[in-house]
């Protein structure tokens, strides 16, 4: 593993901007008359330190990182991925092989987190089973499975590359969330923490240290004692909408009218109820919502409704639907989610008969070696490196108006992944269910816009469409 900060800029340079947002609101000048003035670092450290004891730590978001990770697992992918303020841009899958990626080998600990004494065997026994895997995706390629397809039998133990961005303030909970909770049992985790911790601002300090989390009163452990079987959850088989906003299609109509007309909403619901509502005026407003929205000008509109799906993944895909930081999935800890039992088998693959069976016979495999490491009293926390990306999970997420049409935009265009794709027509069916006006601005640009934004990567599936087609 290895953690650099791209943008490097000194620690004093830092806090000077940081002391400058701190003291900006009171300051008798302008802002360039605030900056000079902060040109004491000890003093700029006092200051930034005396306002996150007031517990206004958003004058660290303006200390800006820009981080470089090299060969981190898929473990740290995702675990860094549901930090929904922070940025990322990571290595694809679907387009690298990664059969000589490496991957990361963990000490292997009982429950109590001391290192057993056949440590050393283990580590072996492991790595022997992890290059029989990538032997494995390295067969189902050269006999004609395509890498996205091949890709679900790469354990998450597989060395990932990452450049992420976040501000002090986020990479300051992060250190805490690596370090001091129980995902500082993970090994991994906790050695980038610490990495983390290095990189983070020395005004941090005492923050960070005056927090004690207790590893043992857990929300997890609670639950547990009250819970007969910890395991034997069972991944749903298609996405189901849990809830939403009641009379989709009039909130967002009432919200337009309010801002463009300025109006109560006692009045926006008259005008709704009269000239609206049975007219059909109303598919081309959604319309012309939708491209103001395409462009971010109106999105606030379609973000006055809202959607919980639940939505069954494999790992393979899990960052592709994750990556999308304005919706807030709900996703399984590892420990919790380490079911190597359940998992999907690529349409290519189930239908050739012998690349079925190696792809079956990888799986169980993996459960073999799983189940014979568990016997040996090695901790969950070490034994998550078992899981394949093909593995499966349940996804919990809310997701507003606005980011579900961004969402489905790209993820039911036909270059999309055919598993993310799936689901992404699951979960418009739905909405189709519950909303007859909005439900039809649901869907690749080519259908709704008539246009094509992929250059020459295009499918080439707008050249068929009529006008009619995308503006019913």
Not at 107 to 130: A, P, Q, T, V
């Amino acid at each position: 593993m290895e953690v650099k900060v791209l943008n490097n800029i000194s620690e004093e340079d830092r806090a000077r901007v940081v002391a400058t947002a701190g003291n900006l609101s009171r300051f008798k000048g302008n802002v360039m008359e605030c900056f000079l003035a902060h040109d004491e670092n000890d003093k700029n450290v006092k200051l930034i330190n005396n306002i996150i004891k007031l517990g206004h730590e958003s004058i660290c978001d303006h200390d800006y990182f820009v981080i470089a990770l090299k060969d981190v697992s898929a473990i740290v992918e995702q675990t860094l991925i549901e930090e929904r303020i922070a940025s990322f841009t990571i290595k694809s899958r679907r387009n690298v092989n990664f059969k000589d990626a490496g991957y990361y080998v963990p000490n292997f600990h009982d429950d109590d987190g001391i290192l057993l004494k056949n440590n050393d065997m283990l580590r072996n026994m492991y790595s022997e089973h992890m290059d029989y895997l990538f032997d494995s995706y390295g067969k189902l390629l050269d006999m004609g499975t395509s890498l996205e397809d091949a890709r679900f039998v790469n354990p998450y133990s597989f060395n990932s590359n990452i450049i992420m961005g976040c501000d002090s303030h986020v990479l300051k909970d992060l250190v805490v969330k690596l370090t001091k909770t129980r995902l500082s049992k993970i090994s991994e985790l906790k050695e980038l923490g610490e990495k983390f911790r290095d990189i983070l601002p020395s005004y941090y300090d005492k923050k960070v240290d005056s927090i004690d989390i207790n590893l043992q009163d857990d929300i997890k452990d609670m639950l547990l004692d009250n819970i007969d079987s910890r395991r034997g959850y069972k991944v749903v088989n298609r996405v189901k909408l849990l809830n939403h906003t009641d009379r989709i299609d009039e909130v967002i109509f009432n919200c337009l009218i309010m801002k463009k007309l300025g109006c109560s909403s006692d009045y926006a619901n008259y005008i709704y109820d009269c000239y609206i509502k049975k007219n059909k005026v109303r598919y081309d407003l959604i319309r012309k919502l939708y491209s103001t929205s395409f462009n971010n000008l109106d999105n606030n509109i379609l973000k006055s409704v809202n959607f919980r799906f639940e939505l069954p993944f494999s790992l393979a895909v899990l960052t592709h639907f994750t990556r999308h930081r304005t919706h807030d999935p709900v996703i399984p800890e590892f420990t919790t989610l380490t079911d190597v039992s359940q998992y999907k088998i690529p349409p290519y693959i189930d239908e050739d008969k012998n690349l079925r069976k190696m792809f079956i016979q990888v799986f169980e495999q993996n459960m073999d070696m799983y189940d014979k490491f568990k016997k040996m009293g090695i901790r969950d926390e070490d034994l998550i490196y078992f899981l394949l990306s093909g593995n499966l999970v349940n996804v919990n997420s809310n997701i507003d108006g606005a980011s579900l049409v961004h969402m489905l935009r790209l993820r039911l265009c036909e270059k999309a992944q055919w598993e993310i794709r799936s689901n992404a027509l699951q979960m418009k069916n739905e909405v189709k269910k519950v909303s007859k006006v909005y439900s039809s601005i649901l869907g690749p640009t080519c259908e709704i816009m008539g246009k094509c934004f992929e250059g020459r990567e295009s499918c080439g599936k707008v050249k068929t469409l009529k006008k009619s087609d995308y503006h019913g």
